[in-house]
């Protein structure tokens, strides 16, 4: 399973994020989540909000992160607005 992460410093405008979803759930192979990040083990979480996408398989994830919809999705993040995240590439064992 492969999944991409998306850390938020800051948690985005709730109406901005909410239109950025739909352009999220269009990327092919996945399936898309979000939500506020609640806390942490010690101290004051790092980031604020999450995002993610999960794929079943290697192709699957591969396909879709070479795809125009999610290309679109970063496109649409930038235009909206949204705060700078980190965006990593996991793999689950």
């Known amino acids: 399973m492969h999944r991409v992460i998306v850390l ?12 950025h979803v739909k352009v999220c759930q269009a990327v092919p192979n996945g ?6 990040i609640t806390g942490a083990p010690m101290g004051e979480p790092k980031h604020a909000y999450f995002a993610e996408w999960e794929f079943a398989d290697e192709d699957a994830f591969n396909n879709a992160v070479r795809s125009e919809e999610f290309m ?9 607005g949204l705060p700078q995240p980190t965006v990593e590439f996991l793999e689950l064992s």
């Open 72 to 80: 679109a999705s970063g496109k649409d993040a930038y235009k909206r």
């Open 31 to 36: 399936v898309f989540r979000h939500g506020r």
């Open 8 to 19: 938020y410093d800051h948690e985005p405008d709730e109406a901005e994020y909410a239109e």
